[in-house]
């Protein structure tokens, strides 16, 4: 129905609402509740549950935890193992070579987690503050109030069907205000997009970067797993051209998470990063590991990597930005949760002393969480020229702690794409494959993904045209080959191509918004409750 | 009138169940955990009864640990207006929730009580009717249509043959099938009415319940996976073989 | 010695084969198998049963209350039965689900829903979780055992015995309280229903376009059976959602299933797992429909189909 025909959203009034039940979002949501009891403070979580929506690979430094939750060792997370060893390896295609593990990989002290279980382990301590908890829903808009500040959240309709129609079980979604919204959506979150945009606030930065990875977990044969062994490999499956690696952390109860994150500046257009990641698995260095096991669950989801230079104003009237949807990822260290956690809580601090975000901004940048980014801003953009460069560069700005008075520049992952025809890639040596999952449609079943698919399609295209025309030409159509749900699909109908949006296979990982390089695809949120139900990732 | 509702707190319905290595159950760690989807029904159709003018209260009711309040909160957000949880240390089996059901239906002299036809996971598809024997009142399963009529009730039955339909006196006992209607949204300020709405806590063991005898559950096996079959390579050789095996 | 009744399924004139089945079922338990038929004017059922191979004695019960398989009335009248035997034995069909859990309950005792295995007389296989899980269940010493049977675990017994009927007078009222008023039949001259069919032809993406869907149809009506698609033929807007098979989908486990150019993903695979016979038609010879299929054929279903209606005649 028109939006005039539509009744006045019902509206629920917050001091602080936070967007994104994820670490940051949390960490913020219980660090308020410290400090302030009596302050109304409610988490949105788009995920069905908490931790539905997280995935991560994940080690942890216990520093911010240890903060926020001084004896959370009495009662720790379900999935919490101590580091026990740390490898680095350079793979070919068939053999390994051992690397020295540089400090910031050093992980002595630190913890192997499943980030969606450590969520779903904070939030219940967060409902006992008396923080409202609401996951299942989706935070699809912002409300601007006539300050021209974010005056809080609009949630989204539910039971509307495929053409926008109002279907029986029809819920209008209300409106949440608060003085301040505090945006934990992780990286690319679909609000954060906008209100970077609305406020300008990248204007003096340098683009944000990111990079995709996949996990899955898997339980192999018994004896296998050797608990707390972290392992990263670089190399192989990719050429020097692509920036990526693997983590591969055994867990208790004969299980490993593995995973594989590609910098998403790739320039060929060709190239399938899920691909990428099964042909890993078929180094002999991992398939030992898998053969005989079983894989448990499987998703996806982008990372920040630009770092420092990427980093965008965080603050807004109204609003701030905190953990990955500022991108307080460091890459060298392969970590964010820590910086999110420690985000979240500076934030909260900032909000229960000063009541707004203003000022937020500077306390961010003076902080250990900035300052732990500039030290090591120059290393993944030496990866620009390759492995080795990279390598080499990385060494360099180690020792002398960032210290050199230089800084890389960063360029927008979707322009990194060559035209299809002035590309040829190298060989990289794959192989047959023979481990689960097949392909990337099943992968989708691992990751138990669901969206009612009588709702609109989520994944808008601004300019359907370009599809068919200028990026078949130029790229061939590389979202059927980045998207690592197989979401996209070019089918030929009546003699004509036509973009097929396979919309309930999303796993909400975002590439696609960030990759395309036409810069068409918009993600919007889906009814809440939909997307992946990720079961330890 | 007023109408009773059985909710079951299961495993949800989109979580790959995997039978543990050590046969000793299914994992469930960390999985999520939801109303039984059939007893979601069975609350939405009691909601609709009370909307229509046709019932003054909806009570749920689940029999389990504390995690299950949870659900019963899920109830009340609905719409239900207040919820019983019989507290159980461990699961029990359906004719001990069937004597217990029965104990809160003499309690709360109900005019109708609707289950879910079956729990999706141990699909025992057997309290409802226990509930009903026990009770000694008319049961009408795997329902997709209900007419209430004053002391009545007309119910369209999902048969394997088509759709039954039968009249019922009341109180009665309804079981849902699928088919029965779609279950509403929780509306997000009604997540923080549920708060307010009570709840209230009886002891299984208080109910002067027996369980037994209780099944003897033992291992726990994954299904046998499906084979790769033969290849033929044309539709001549096709029909033999379908002819042979007596599918054609 | 196990002594096994068999509550009899049958529309008033004709058996049902679901009946057949349990009696496989009881041939695994061991022991003597008496079938009961309860109802009005059921003579013919009751003879029908006695032919049944394995079958020792059919025990007839005709009274005006039982004419229709109403649980309120029918449980009482098998729970009276029930002092003879140790096994007590209904199909899992909607008839058997509706009525033994009536009856476990007047004897109070927990059912064994689904059966599909049986490892001694009292010890079973049965699946839960819609069947992601199997589970041995034992009874506990001394007690009744009443079941249902999983009827597409077994396959059904054979005619060719002849067993002794006994007409006994129902030794119960009926409950009074319910009424049957009517049975509307899901055919009608229509497509069988996609859930319940004994036979399915499902079509795929390959398909192409809603037209060309028409050939699926043709090829089931051919075949009286029901029609279903993959999920990429739906999405693709080939055919209305309530005919997809699958994870999103149905669930089914009919005694033959075609499945005409789909590919096999997961999820597709999720709702036929349970299917008899799978016979796949794609022109992927790669297509993983062929690892779970029973009969393959490489192959354009637009020429295969054509050349399976000429053999079929």
Request: charge should be negative; hydrophobic fraction near 40%; charged fraction near 25%.
């Amino acid at each position: 129905m028109p939006e005039s025909d539509m009744p006045e959203r019902e509206i629920m009034e917050y001091d602080v609402i936070v967007v994104g039940a994820g670490p940051s979002g949390l960490a913020c949501a219980i660090r308020l509740k410290q400090l302030k009891p009596d302050l109304a403070v409610a988490v949105i979580e788009k995920g069905a549950e908490v931790g539905a929506h997280i995935l991560s690979g994940a080690v942890i430094e216990p520093e911010p935890l240890d903060r926020l939750i001084p004896d959370w060792r009495d009662d720790p997370p379900p999935i919490c193992v101590p580091v026990e060893n740390d490898e680095l390896w350079y793979l070919t295609a068939d053999k390994r070579y051992r690397l020295p593990t540089p400090p910031q990989q050093r992980n002595h002290g630190n913890f192997i987690v499943s980030l969606g279980a450590l969520c779903a382990w904070l939030a219940p301590r967060a409902e006992a503050l008396g923080v409202d908890v609401f996951p299942g829903y989706a935070a699809s808009d912002v409300v601007i109030n006539e300050a021209g500040a974010v005056g809080g959240v609009i949630i989204g309709d539910m039971g509307v069907d495929r053409e926008g129609q109002p279907k029986d079980t029809f819920v209008q979604g209300i409106e949440i205000h608060a003085p301040v919204t505090v945006l934990g959506e992780g990286c690319r979150g679909h609000l954060s997009k906008q209100l970077i945009r609305r406020f300008e606030l990248d204007a003096q930065a340098q683009p944000q970067t990111y990079g995709i990875g996949m996990k899955e977990l898997w339980r192999v044969a018994p004896g296998k797993s050797k608990p707390g062994l972290v392992q990263h490999t670089a190399g192989w499956p990719l050429d020097p051209a692509i920036y990526g690696g693997s983590f591969i952390y055994h867990l208790d109860k004969d299980r490993v998470a593995l995973g594989y994150v590609v910098g998403l500046d790739y320039g060929d257009p060709d190239f399938v990063p899920f691909e990428a990641f099964q042909q890993l698995k078929h180094h002999p260095m991992v398939r030992d590991l898998l053969e005989g096991g079983e894989i448990l669950s499987s998703g996806a989801r982008a990372l920040t990597e630009g770092g420092y230079q990427a980093l965008p104003r965080t603050e807004m009237p109204g609003a701030l930005l905190i953990g990955d949807s500022a991108g307080l990822l460091n890459v060298p260290k392969v970590k964010g949760t820590h910086q999110a956690i420690r985000s979240g809580m500076l934030a909260a601090e900032h909000l229960a002393e000063s009541g707004s975000p203003e000022g937020y901004d500077a306390r961010l940048r003076g902080s250990e969480i900035v300052s732990e980014l500039h030290k090591v801003r120059n290393i993944r953009p030496a990866f620009y020229k390759g492995f080795w460069r990279g390598f080499l560069t990385s060494a360099i700005e180690t020792v002398t702690l960032g210290k050199l008075p230089r800084t890389l520049p960063l360029h927008a992952d979707h322009s990194a794409l060559h035209f299809e025809d002035r590309y040829t890639a190298p060989d990289r040596a794959w192989r047959e494959r023979e481990l689960p999952p097949r392909d990337r449609l099943a992968s989708v079943y691992f990751a138990a993904t669901e969206h009612d698919e009588d709702q609109p399609v989520h994944l808008q295209i601004l300019e359907p045209d370009v599809c068919t025309t200028r990026c078949t030409e130029e790229y061939g159509n590389p979202c059927t080959r980045f998207c690592p749900a197989a979401v996209y699909e070019m089918v030929e109908e009546g003699g004509k191509q036509r973009l097929q949006i396979n919309s309930a296979n999303c796993v909400h990982c975002k590439t696609c918004d960030i990759k395309d390089p036409y810069q068409i695809i918009n993600w919007v949120t889906p009814e809440g409750g939909a997307g992946p139900n990720y079961q330890n990732l | 009138m007023k109408i009773l509702v059985g909710i079951k707190r299961v495993v949800d319905y989109n979580v790959r169940v995997r039978v543990l290595p050590d046969g000793s159950g299914v994992d469930t760690d960390g999985v999520k955990m939801s109303v039984n989807p059939f007893d979601e029904i069975a609350l939405e159709e009691a909601l609709r009864i009370k909307e229509a003018g046709n019932a003054e209260e909806v009570v749920v009711v689940s029999a389990g640990g504390d995690e299950c309040q949870q659900q019963l909160r899920t109830g009340l957000a609905m719409g239900a207006d207040r919820a019983i949880q019989i507290r159980t240390d461990g699961p029990i089996q359906p004719l001990a929730a069937a004597r217990a059901l029965l104990k809160i239906v003499e309690r709360e002299e109900p005019g109708l009580v609707i289950l879910g036809k079956q729990a999706i996971d141990d699909d025992n598809n057997q309290t409802g009717q226990m509930l009903a024997a026990l009770w000694d009142r008319p049961q009408a399963t795997f329902a997709s249509k209900v007419v209430l009529d004053g002391d009545k009730a007309t119910v369209t039955r999902e048969v394997d043959a088509g759709l039954e339909t039968i009249e019922v006196d009341l109180p009665a006992v309804i079981t849902t099938d699928l088919r029965l209607n779609e279950p509403r949204f929780v509306k997000l300020p009604d997540i923080m009415k549920a708060k307010r709405k009570p709840l209230d806590t009886v002891e299984f063991g208080e109910l002067g319940v027996e369980t037994g005898p209780d099944l003897q559950i033992g291992s726990h096996s994954p299904p046998p996976q499906r084979q790769k079959g033969i290849m033929v390579d044309s539709a001549e050789a096709l029909v033999k073989e379908l002819k042979n095996r007596g599918l054609l | 010695m196990s002594k096994i009744l068999i509550v009899a399924e049958h529309d008033g004139s004709a058996l049902n084969i679901s009946t057949a089945k349990c009696v496989s079922c009881a041939q695994a338990i061991g022991g003597d198998i008496d079938i009961a038929v309860l109802g009005q004017g059921i003579d013919a059922v009751a003879a029908e049963a006695a032919k049944l191979n394995g079958v020792n004695r059919v025990v007839s019960v005709s009274a005006a209350q039982l004419e229709h398989p109403l649980a309120a009335n029918w449980a009482p009248e098998v729970a009276a039965l029930a002092d003879d035997y140790t096994h007590l034995l209904g199909p899992s069909t909607t008839f058997g689900k509706d009525l033994m859990p009536r009856v476990a309950a007047l004897l109070g005792v927990n059912q064994f829903s689904d059966v599909m295995e049986v490892q001694d007389d009292g010890s079973f296989k049965r699946p839960i979780y819609a069947g992601n899980a199997i589970i041995e269940v034992r009874a506990p010493e001394g007690t009744k055992v009443v079941m249902t049977v999983r009827t597409a675990s077994w396959s059904q017994a054979e005619a060719g015995g002849s067993a002794d009927v006994e007409s006994r007078e129902a030794s119960t009222g009926g409950a009074g309280h319910t009424r049957w008023v009517g049975l509307q039949s899901g055919g009608d001259g229509e497509r069988p229903d996609l859930q319940s069919a004994p036979m399915v032809v499902s079509g795929g993406r390959a398909l192409g376009s809603a037209e060309k869907f028409e050939v699926i149809y043709q090829f089931a009506d051919k075949l009286g059976a029901a029609v279903g698609a993959s999920r990429a033929a739906v999405d693709a807007g080939y055919v209305p959602n309530d005919m997809q098979v699958g994870q999103t989908g149905k669930i089914i486990a009919p005694d033959l299933y075609w499945a005409f150019g789909i590919s096999g993903a997961i999820q597709h695979i999720t709702g036929i797992k349970d299917a008899g016979t799978i016979v796949a038609v794609n022109k992927d010879a790669e297509a993983p429909i062929f690892e779970v299929a029973d009969i393959g054929l490489v192959g354009d279903l637009f020429t295969v189909i054509p050349e399976i209606e000429e053999q079929l005649g």
